[in-house]
């Protein structure tokens, strides 16, 4: 059963607009939440993330929102430039039998933006 | 560039086989981690080492092993090699024990092909 799920496995969008990236998940004890960024034939490299204990992040053109109560996060982008397409994968990091905090990631969602 | 080397990069072998993955950290990382990326799926993580010695299993097979060296470089063993197998692996670094806010830093992978 997945306990991060990106519902979205693409979006594409105009240069120049919102991408609006979404995450949910089901493990209420997730204690961090991030956001990596993969272009082909790279490895994911970390892009933003959040605390369970915040509800808002930002860096620059990235913000990452955080609703507990929904399970739900989502990562947004503005203005959205042709060289943010890439696959976005969320990640949630929780202790779970004996770990030590290691990384469950969704399916990424494929970002294009538009010229 | 993460400063994560992973050797090789491209791989092709036959069912039955066994191969050997390596991964150098980035320089004064304890923490290595292996990951596994099937088509369509997110990453799958699949064990931990910190400063040689395990520390968490995820879901990694029994055919499959790792060990962390003293030089903290690290190597996944994958034997008795089914079509299934065929997949990204993706070793990452920390300088924690734990994933911290940022995550860890991911080598390009080795794409694995079992024919």
């Known amino acids: 059963d997945q306990q991060v799920k990106q519902n979205s496995p693409s979006l594409s969008v105009q240069e120049g607009r919102i991408s609006i990236l979404n995450c949910d998940y089901t493990?209420?004890?997730?204690?961090?939440f991030l956001w990596y960024k993969k272009y082909p034939a790279e490895g994911p490299t970390f892009l933003i993330s959040?605390?369970?204990?915040?509800d808002k992040n930002e860096d620059g053109r990235f913000t990452v929102f955080l609703n507990k109560s929904a399970k739900h996060l989502s990562l947004h982008i503005v203005p959205s430039q042709p060289g943010d397409s890439a696959v976005y994968f969320c990640?949630?990091?929780?202790?779970?039998?004996?770990?030590?905090?290691?990384?469950?990631f969704g399916k990424g969602t494929k970002l294009s933006v538009k010229p | 560039d993460s400063g994560v080397t992973q050797t090789p990069k491209h791989l092709i072998t036959a069912t039955g086989q066994r191969v050997t993955l390596r991964c150098s950290p980035r320089?004064?990382?304890?923490?290595v981690y292996w990951y596994q990326q099937s088509l369509d799926q997110g990453l799958q993580f699949l064990i931990q080492?910190?400063?040689?010695?395990?520390?968490a299993k995820g879901n990694i097979l029994e055919r499959f092993s790792a060990q962390q060296f003293p030089d903290l470089h690290s190597e996944l063993n994958l034997s008795s090699l089914e079509l299934g197998d065929s997949a990204l692996y993706f070793c990452?670094?920390?300088?924690?024990?734990?994933?911290?806010?940022?995550?860890?830093?991911f080598g390009q992978g080795t794409r694995l092909t079992v024919v």
């Open positions: 990640a949630a990091r929780g202790a779970m039998g004996g770990s030590q905090g290691n990384l469950i």
């Open positions: 990452a670094s920390s300088t924690l024990e734990g994933q911290g806010g940022a995550g860890a830093f």
């Open positions: 320089s004064g990382d304890l923490s």
């Open positions: 493990n209420s004890m997730f204690d961090y």
């Open positions: 080492y910190y400063n040689g010695e395990e520390r």
């Open positions: 959040i605390s369970s204990i915040k």
